[in-house]
Structure formats: C-alpha cells, structure tokens
C-alpha cells in the first residue's frame, strides 16, 4: 500500500516517513500561488506558520521568509527591502561600478593629453 499523496506537494519523492503527506520535498520554485495562499492564510487565521506550511507540504522557513519579504514589501518591516527595493539597488551598483570604470579611463586619458602639452616642442633640424 502506497502513501497518499499530499494535493500541495509537487511531482517530488517522499524524504524520511511515507505515511506523512507534508514530508515531501518540493521543488526549488514555488509557484506565486502557494506563495499568496500561504501568505494569506497565516495572516487570515493567526495560526502559526509552521502549521501552514505543514497542512501545504512546504518548508517552514521557506514560508517564514516569504513572510518576512512581504512584510517588508507591505513597510511592516524596516530589517529588509522590498523585491523592487532590491532590484533598484543592485541596479544602481551595477551603474555605479560603470560609472567608475569610465572616470578611471578618463582621468588616465588627461594623464596622457597633460604629458602631451607639457613637453616641450622641438623644431626638427635641418
């Protein structure tokens, strides 16, 4: 007799004890959905999360972070940015660091021009 299983767990092996439907590994990507619902609930009912995440076959930490990133994405948080927050900074490093390229190309360009105008110009000998 095979365990049932779980309607949340995706096309995954069962880990330790076959008879438990939450003890199913789940992909690496979530979808949105189990995401929201997760959320969702947690929020709705005031259950632990670790309850949740249980009754959905997902990781307990993996549902205490999405947690967290939509609390900082809600301004609840002030520990962590929000996705977009993060995006727009790893964005503006990205410039920055380009930025930085060019003006060490440039100041070694006036190095040489500066060289340039300050060597004294000979006439050439007839």
Request: aromatic share 4%; hydrophobic share 35%.
């Amino acid at each position: 007799m095979t365990a049932p299983r779980h309607p949340a767990a995706s096309c995954t092996t069962p880990t330790s004890d076959p008879v438990k439907p939450t003890s199913f590994v789940r992909s690496p990507k979530d979808p949105d959905e189990l995401r929201e619902r997760a959320i969702r609930e947690v929020r709705a009912t005031g259950q632990l999360a670790a309850h949740i995440a249980r009754d959905l076959g997902i990781h307990s930490e993996a549902l205490r972070g999405w947690l967290r990133q939509a609390e900082a994405y809600t301004g609840e948080r002030d520990d962590r940015l929000a996705t977009v927050e993060r995006d727009e900074l790893k964005q503006l490093r990205k410039e920055n660091a380009e930025l930085k390229r060019a003006n060490e190309i440039l100041k070694a360009a006036s190095v040489l021009f500066t060289q340039e105008i300050d060597r004294p110009r000979t006439r050439p000998s007839k």
